[in-house]
């Protein structure tokens, strides 16, 4: 029998999920602001499987009903199907931005209008670079950014979207470390960058 993908779910069955897909990892990686840590949560593991992708995307449109939500937008590459599964579960249109000259954009013909009510998703944040970079997008195209959802907030509060409401699934505190102070370096385990996130991308 097919499971029904919009019942709800609790923080600590999200967590079973990220483990079972494989997408919360245990080794050693280098992370994205140049610090290390024992410890990488991947989104596309469990992304990868539409069914739970959809009950991710319920779960946290959920948390904006009544907020009148015209569009849902994330940043390529981690945003995209979160976007999508949001939009889907609100029943509105979902788009993406990508980087154009080292800019956020949006590309492929997307256009938002002004006063557009706009949610902005993301898969994973840590400082929520790249989600602050689409909220100004937004707004310099006029449009309204009423809130902010991820899967996983790995930013210890520390993330603040100019008061807009920020909304996760899932809070994890991950521990990191400078490189000259890491403990697995010190232990000699082999570092790895895990994702295909560049230079320019601050998630």
């Given at each position: 029998?097919?499971?029904?993908?919009?019942?709800?779910?609790g923080?600590?069955?999200?967590?079973?999920?990220?483990?079972?897909t494989?997408?919360l990892?245990q080794?050693?990686?280098?992370l994205?602001s140049?610090?290390h840590?024992?410890?990488?949560?991947q989104?596309?593991?469990?992304?990868q499987?539409?069914?739970?992708a959809?009950q991710?995307?319920?779960?946290l449109?959920?948390?904006?009903?009544?907020?009148?939500?015209?569009?849902?937008?994330?940043?390529?590459m981690?945003?995209?199907?979160?976007?999508?599964?949001?939009?889907?579960?609100?029943?509105?249109?979902?788009?993406?931005?990508?980087?154009?000259?080292?800019?956020m954009?949006?590309?492929?013909?997307?256009?938002?209008?002004?006063?557009?009510?706009?949610?902005v998703?993301?898969?994973?944040?840590?400082t929520g670079?790249?989600v602050?970079?689409?909220i100004k997008?937004?707004?310099?195209?006029?449009a309204?950014?009423?809130g902010?959802?991820?899967?996983?907030?790995?930013?210890?509060g520390?993330a603040?979207?100019?008061?807009?409401?920020?909304h996760?699934?899932?809070q994890?505190?991950?521990?990191?470390?400078?490189?000259e102070?890491?403990?697995?370096?010190?232990?000699?385990v082999?570092?790895v960058?895990p994702?295909?996130r560049n230079?320019?991308?601050?998630?």
């Amino acid at each position: 029998m097919t499971e029904d993908c919009t019942a709800k779910i609790g923080q600590n069955e999200i967590l079973q999920i990220f483990k079972d897909t494989g997408a919360l990892l245990q080794g050693h990686f280098l992370l994205t602001s140049g610090k290390h840590s024992a410890q990488y949560m991947q989104c596309a593991q469990v992304l990868q499987h539409p069914r739970i992708a959809a009950q991710l995307g319920q779960a946290l449109a959920d948390k904006f009903t009544g907020k009148k939500v015209e569009t849902v937008i994330g940043p390529a590459m981690g945003g995209i199907i979160v976007a999508h599964e949001v939009g889907r579960a609100l029943g509105v249109k979902a788009i993406f931005t990508e980087r154009q000259n080292g800019e956020m954009a949006l590309r492929r013909g997307f256009l938002l209008k002004p006063g557009e009510r706009v949610l902005v998703v993301e898969d994973v944040i840590t400082t929520g670079g790249s989600v602050q970079e689409v909220i100004k997008l937004v707004r310099e195209l006029g449009a309204e950014p009423v809130g902010v959802g991820v899967l996983v907030d790995r930013s210890g509060g520390r993330a603040d979207f100019d008061g807009l409401p920020l909304h996760s699934l899932l809070q994890m505190q991950i521990e990191a470390f400078a490189a000259e102070d890491c403990p697995l370096c010190a232990r000699g385990v082999p570092c790895v960058k895990p994702g295909s996130r560049n230079k320019n991308d601050n998630t």
